[in-house]
């Protein structure tokens, strides 16, 4: 592939927080903010296999939030280039205390006490940047060393990042799938840059992977979480915990019910800007 589809998206900036949304149910696989005069300017990039319909649809979407403001084109960027561009924008990001994300190949010095993750250049979904994966990752960490899991799910892994600071806060063992093949390349390469791909292994399906697991993190969407319950479920050990992220707040409670039906119990709930999570147990 020479050159990446993607969406250029041009919208003010009090748009923002409902545009997220939409990219969000057609899981984006990244994003780059330019810099714009007024507003906002987005090149945002589908998951590799989105087709042209796909991407006119997701822009029409975008569009509609806001039809007297919003306005956009499906462009084509060459890989190079957003390989430079991604690495340009992207900032050091403390996802959870004392743990920073980095892009890979940027020189960081870290402070006293922090711990690095570096996270590859590519078209999987997960920076870091999304409140999701910030709700998910300060509950791993702040959990992992109470709860001495020992074996870790991580379902839609995308990069890895999840899977990555679960092993960094000590998991010895961890699992991560994801369906598409792109994101297992990225993660694979994540693991080693990482000097963590004796700790955290990949696969394409959940029945491939060699349960029962201590705890499951899904950082996904409403639909496929509600349809993965059972599974989820014989997949945990008793008193298992299952970290469960992707939905908005107002979406929280039929995932709370669903997961309570199969047999789990709500622990918590978190909540960044419009996003929530879920924490149960079996």
């Given at each position: 592939?020479n050159?990446?589809?993607?969406l250029?998206?041009?919208?003010?900036c009090d748009?923002a927080e409902?545009?997220?949304?939409?990219?969000?149910?057609?899981g984006?696989?990244?994003?780059i903010e330019?810099?714009?005069a007024?507003?906002?300017?987005?090149?945002?990039?589908l998951a590799?296999?989105?087709d042209?319909?796909a991407?006119?649809d997701c822009?029409a979407e975008c569009?509609?939030?806001d039809?007297?403001?919003?306005?956009g084109?499906?462009?084509?960027?060459p890989v190079?280039?957003w390989a430079?561009?991604?690495?340009?924008?992207?900032?050091p990001l403390t996802?959870a205390?004392?743990?920073?994300v980095?892009?890979e190949?940027?020189p960081y010095v870290?402070?006293?006490?922090?711990?690095?993750?570096?996270?590859t250049?590519?078209?999987a979904?997960?920076?870091g940047?999304?409140a999701?994966?910030?709700l998910?990752?300060r509950?791993?960490?702040?959990?992992?060393?109470?709860?001495r899991?020992q074996?870790?799910?991580?379902v839609?892994?995308?990069?890895g990042i999840l899977?990555?600071?679960?092993?960094v806060?000590?998991?010895?063992?961890v699992?991560?799938?994801?369906t598409d093949?792109?994101?297992v390349?990225?993660?694979?390469?994540g693991?080693?840059a990482n000097?963590?791909?004796?700790?955290v292994?990949f696969?394409?399906?959940?029945?491939?992977?060699p349960?029962?697991y201590?705890?499951?993190?899904?950082?996904?969407?409403l639909?496929?979480?509600?349809?993965?319950?059972?599974a989820?479920?014989?997949?945990?050990?008793p008193?298992g915990d299952?970290y469960l992220?992707?939905?908005l707040?107002e979406?929280?409670?039929?995932?709370?019910?669903?997961?309570?039906?199969v047999g789990?119990?709500?622990?918590?709930?978190?909540?960044?800007?419009?996003w929530a999570?879920?924490?149960v147990?079996r």
């Open positions: 592939m050159a990446i589809p993607h250029v998206v041009r919208a003010p748009c409902s545009l997220y949304p939409v990219l969000y149910r057609w984006y696989a990244g994003l330019c810099d714009a007024h507003g906002l300017l987005w090149q945002v990039f590799p296999d989105a042209a319909a991407l006119r822009l569009i509609a939030v039809p007297k403001r919003i306005n084109e499906v462009a084509t960027l190079e280039d430079a561009r991604w690495k340009e924008h992207f900032q996802i205390p004392g743990l920073v980095v892009a190949g940027v870290a402070r006293t006490g922090e711990r690095i993750i570096a996270i250049a590519g078209m979904f997960g920076t940047q999304h999701t994966t910030q998910m990752a509950a791993i960490a702040a959990d992992a060393p109470q709860r899991w074996r870790m799910l991580d839609g892994t995308g990069t899977a990555f600071v679960a092993a806060c000590g998991v010895p063992c699992n991560a799938v994801d093949p792109e994101a390349r990225v993660a694979r390469g693991a080693a000097g963590l791909a004796e700790r292994a696969y394409d399906t959940i029945e491939a992977t349960g029962p201590d705890a499951i993190v899904a950082n996904i969407l639909e496929p979480l509600c349809e993965l319950a059972p989820f479920r014989d997949r945990l050990v008193g299952c992220s992707g939905v707040a979406q929280l409670p039929i995932l709370q019910r669903r997961f309570e039906t789990f119990r709500t622990v918590k709930t978190t909540a960044q800007e419009e999570a879920l924490q147990r």
